[in-house]
Structure formats: C-alpha cells, structure tokens
C-alpha cells in the first residue's frame, strides 16, 4: 500500500495523455469521455497527496511526480481546447496566462532547487489549482450546453477567475524568490 499514491500519480500522467486526444477528435461522445477522465485526474490530484500523508509515505518520487502530472494535465487539455475552440470561446489569452506562469513557476523553483532551496506550495496555489481543474472542465463541457443562455458568461467568467488567480499566484512565487536572486 505504501507505493499507492505514486502509482496514483502515475495513473494521472497516463489520463492526461489521453484526454487531450479524446478532446482534440472533435466528437461529443469523446469529450464527454474526456471531461470524466480529467475529473477522475483531477481527484487523483488530491486523493495521491491525502494518501501520502495520512499514511505517513510521502516520497521524492511522489514529490517530483506530483507537479509534473498536474502540469501535463493542465498543459495538454488547454492546448487541445485551443486548438478546437473556433472562436466561440475566447480562451486563448487566459490559457497563454496559465501555460506561461506554470513554466516560470516550474523555472523559479529549479533555479531555486540548485541552490538548496525550496519553494512549498502555497494555500493560493492550491485554490489556482482547483479553479483551474474547475474551468476546463467547464470548457470542456460547454459544447453540451451552449444553447443554455448562461452558459457561456458563466464558463468565460471562471475561466478568466482562474487565469488571474493564476498570475496572482506566479506573482506571489516571483515575490517570494526576490530574496535568493
């Protein structure tokens, strides 16, 4: 049981490797197919992490693999969200935001570990996280109910909440790594 979470983890990084496919073929079926496999991901985010630590085996595997899971997760579905919006959700922008501070985030932290320092995740980043998983699966759903008046400034008004939230919170890292430039 002591290797669960990690292979948890693992699990996560093979999911986000499909569901961009299942997104970028287009059909409705596989989107939907898409949108519960990235659910799934996206509570193997925390459940990896709870089980970790409340069976006291957290690991560097673990520590390592955790943020690049989460990122290929993130990276994959917003570039093939992208690449099939068509314009009828303007979502290019607020993706450039969250794919740009998860790589200088990712940057700050290896000029840090070079030098012996570490940079833990903070409560914000956390929440960013969340709102992240939040509004692509909106996205990804929005297809099923565009017809639905509210849909769009709903999925537009929490997709831009998480890309500002997402830049408060690279901000928040930047502000943090001052001190060891």
């Not at 008004?157 to 690279?170: E, H, Q």
């Amino acid at each position: 049981m002591k290797h669960l979470p990690n292979i948890i983890t693992i699990l996560r990084i093979l999911t986000s490797v499909a569901v961009p496919f299942l997104i970028i073929d287009g059909r409705l079926g596989l989107r939907g197919m898409a949108f519960w496999l990235f659910t799934f991901a996206a509570i193997t985010d925390w459940l990896d992490g709870y089980l970790a630590r409340r069976w006291n085996v957290l690991s560097g595997l673990g520590r390592m693999l955790d943020p690049i899971a989460d990122k290929l997760l993130i990276t994959g579905c917003l570039l093939s969200l992208v690449a099939l919006d068509h314009n009828h959700l303007p979502i290019l922008y607020p993706a450039l935001v969250i794919l740009f501070r998860e790589i200088f985030v990712a940057g700050l932290r290896e000029y840090l570990g070079i030098m012996g320092i570490s940079l833990p995740v903070t409560g914000i980043a956390k929440v960013k996280t969340t709102l992240q998983f939040i509004a692509i699966g909106m996205v990804m759903l929005y297809p099923f109910f565009e017809h639905w008046n509210h849909a769009y400034v709903v999925c537009m008004g929490v997709f831009y909440l998480a890309a500002v939230l997402t830049l408060y919170s690279g901000i928040d890292y930047f502000i943090k790594t001052l001190r060891y430039v």
